[in-house]
């Protein structure tokens, strides 16, 4: 006999799939004009329109084995990579929350839909600044906004936050906005900065710190091995890898979050500091 939770879960990431498919769409028509919701996709190559049976999410990649039906050009990564992440999110919820579930379906539904609301967004920025190098404040704002709410209901129960937790956003944007300003927005973007205001509602200042050091080191892991790659030959890219290169940043703040959310990690054992001078966070 199946597992009840497993047809849950089978049901939730074919959900978050179908919804991936629209993040996709999103991303690709932000600022350009078009409707989100109106007009069939087409091919980027010969403009063919594609039928609902080309736009099932995963299984029609899988069908077309990447390519255009028409034209056979190869068809993004991007497309089963969002959709796929999506319906990861919408399962992985559910598994987190699931001991509320037990307890109280409304904190369940209040903790599993803000998770998936800030996912949502978070997805939105990944992609969107890896394509773009930019992020939009029509997808980072309601970010913070979502964290600010989490912030309140962290277990989908009410609780009024710590001085520092509320406080955390505002830290951990300050040195961002420093070397934005310094920099003339050369080191960073400012965009990078409400990113980390929103990373410091969601995680609070002892986790938030320490998703942000997590990102410079993953950021500068990737940019030094991509270098390393380069040099020697393992690792092509067209416009070349250098010191000075333009590298998006906010995807590497969004992995260290989603890292540091599932597994609280305290690089400079401030949970101790705190507990030991009996200052809440």
């Known amino acids: 006999m199946i597992n009840q939770d497993f047809l849950v879960i089978v049901f ?74 999506t319906g990861l999110v919408f399962s992985l919820g559910f598994l987190k929350y699931a001991h509320v579930l037990n307890e109280s379906l409304s904190s369940f539904f209040i903790s599993y839909l803000l998770l998936i609301l800030i996912s949502i967004f978070l997805i939105l920025i990944f992609i969107y600044d890896l394509r773009h190098k930019i992020i939009p404040n029509e997808f980072v704002y309601p970010f913070v906004a979502l964290s600010a709410v989490y912030m309140f209901f962290p277990s989908g129960v009410y609780v009024f936050p710590s001085l520092t937790h509320i406080l955390a956003g505002p830290l951990l944007f300050l040195p961002f906005f420093t070397l934005w300003l310094v920099s003339q ?57 250098t010191m000075k290169s333009e590298v998006p940043f906010g995807p590497f703040l969004i992995i260290a979050l989603l890292i540091i959310f599932m597994f609280p990690l305290d690089f400079f054992n401030l949970a101790n500091l705190f507990e030991y001078y009996a200052i809440p966070f």
């Open 12 to 85: 939730l990431f074919s959900l978050g799939a179908i919804v991936g498919s629209f993040l996709n769409v999103v991303i690709l028509r932000f600022n350009t004009g078009r409707s989100f919701v109106s007009g069939r996709s087409g091919c980027f190559s010969c403009g063919k329109k594609i039928a609902w049976y080309e736009n099932i999410p995963l299984v029609s990649f899988l069908f077309l084995k990447g390519k255009c039906s028409n034209c056979k050009s190869k068809i993004s990564l991007q497309y089963p990579l969002v959709e796929f992440a």
């Open 185 to 241: 927005g050369r080191w960073i973007g400012f965009a990078d900065g409400k990113l980390a205001w929103g990373m410091g509602w969601a995680l609070g200042l002892v986790y938030g710190l320490s998703a942000v050091v997590l990102g410079f080191w993953i950021g500068a892991l990737w940019a030094l091995g991509g270098l390393l790659l380069q040099k020697i030959g393992l690792f092509t890219y067209s416009k070349g890898i």
